[in-house]
């Protein structure tokens, strides 16, 4: 696995991005990988590459670029303070909508590669990253063929913003996993996130993971689960086989 740090432009500023990619053959397709809101750490980079030796390219951007130099956080540490307070000065940095602007020139990036096989590409997103995946898919339709969030929050809401509101502009095929218990995305979300796919007929499917919590997929979490991470992984995996490479 090759492993690559760069500077991407985008229209607020430099976003600095890992890129990580198979180290033989080629060309592979690509992916996006929207981080949580813990932002760019060691767990995180251990995924990208995961998902890079899996066989593909990965671009992994720090969503947090306007806030400046942080971190890395440590999740653990987090949770055991002021969450608020720690985090809500860099999400308020970056939403859906800002992630979706930033996610051109992250097209125009993968574009430049010549070891990307293909123009249509895949999407992951984890907790806060969830909505930006889907958003961005929907944004760029002609350019996302699959799509997955992991405990993904506020995916159907009554902002503007809400993912599930561009149900009709996706083109993709959609994965959600939800968490069983996750405040951020309860039951009747998922009725609503659920409705709002099928009533556009993105072909999709959207699952709760039984006795999951909130993050269950990033090893860094207290609330991993190694057993429902897998099943995690191996649905992702297939989708992106699916609709990249078949």
């Known amino acids: 696995m090759a492993h690559e740090q760069v500077a991407i432009q985008t229209s607020d500023g430099l976003c600095h991005a890992h890129v ?16 949580d809101a813990g932002g760019i750490r060691p767990a995180v980079v251990d995924m990208a590459r995961h998902l890079a030796d899996a066989g593909y390219i990965v671009l992994l951007p720090d969503l947090f670029y306007r806030y400046g130099p942080y971190g890395p956080l440590v ?11 720690i ?9 859906n909508v800002k992630a979706a602007e930033d996610t051109q020139a992250f097209l125009d990036y993968v574009d430049t590669r010549a070891d ?6 895949g999407a992951v997103g984890f907790c806060m990253g969830g909505g930006m995946a889907i958003t961005s898919a929907a944004n760029y339709p002609d350019r996302f063929a699959a799509v997955a969030s992991f405990h993904g929050g506020n995916l159907a809401t009554d902002a503007p913003s809400s993912p599930h509101l561009l149900a009709s502009r996706l083109r993709a095929e ?3 996993a939800g968490a069983e218990n996750d405040g951020s995305y309860p039951p009747a979300m998922a009725d609503r996130l659920e409705a709002a796919l099928t009533e556009a007929s993105v072909q999709h499917l959207v699952e709760t993971y039984p006795g999951a919590a909130h993050g269950w997929m990033v090893p860094d979490f207290p609330a991993y689960d190694q057993v429902s991470a897998e099943r995690g992984w191996q649905t992702m995996l297939a989708l992106f086989q ?5």
């Open 75 to 85: 999740p653990t540490d987090v949770f055991k303070g002021d969450v608020r307070a």
């Open 20 to 35: 990580m990619s198979p180290c033989d053959g080629g060309p592979w397709p690509a992916t996006i990988f929207y981080a």
């Open 116 to 121: 990307v096989a293909g123009r249509m590409i």
């Open 87 to 95: 985090l809500g000065p860099l999400m308020a940095t970056t939403s």
């Open 242 to 246: 699916r609709n990249l490479r078949e």
């Open 174 to 176: 959609v994965y959600v």
